[in-house]
């Protein structure tokens, strides 16, 4: 069974950063592509950043060149950096992990299986 936990949300001004985790159970990051997922209020969920067990990584248009996945084997946690924040980044953010080791090009909330429970990100103008 695999368990996610995310922690880091809070609030923050426009421009500043927040660093999301997600700790995951054993040996999850080293065998499965892990994801970075969003649902702001009224919008459907939308994935903007993956991992593979390779390290090779994934970003959504909207985040590219602001937001950094990354991945720590040794305590298996999951990282979602975010510079220069907007307030369209306002949302909940879900991490999560596929089946498979290797992501796809496009990360696409119905090609992962196991979901956290979500942490709220809110960032005023």
């Known amino acids: 069974q695999v368990q996610l936990v995310e922690s880091g949300g809070g609030s923050v001004q426009a421009g500043g950063s927040l660093r999301l985790s997600c700790a995951a159970s054993?040996?999850?990051?080293?065998?499965?592509?892990m994801g970075w997922f969003r649902q702001g209020p009224g919008k459907e969920r939308e994935g903007i950043a993956a991992?593979?067990?390779?390290?090779?990584?994934r970003y959504a248009d909207s985040v590219k060149g602001r937001f950094t996945i990354s991945k720590d084997d040794a305590v298996n946690t999951l990282y979602l950096q975010m510079n220069t924040l907007k307030p369209d980044d306002t949302a909940i953010y879900y991490c999560?992990?596929?089946?498979?080791?290797?992501?796809?090009?496009?990360?696409?909330?119905?090609?992962?299986?196991?979901w956290g429970q979500g942490t709220q990100v809110t960032v005023s103008s």
């Open positions: 999560a992990a596929r089946e498979y080791w290797q992501c796809t090009v496009v990360v696409r909330v119905t090609d992962y299986v196991y």
């Open positions: 054993s040996y999850t990051l080293r065998n499965r592509c």
């Open positions: 991992i593979g067990t390779d390290g090779r990584t």
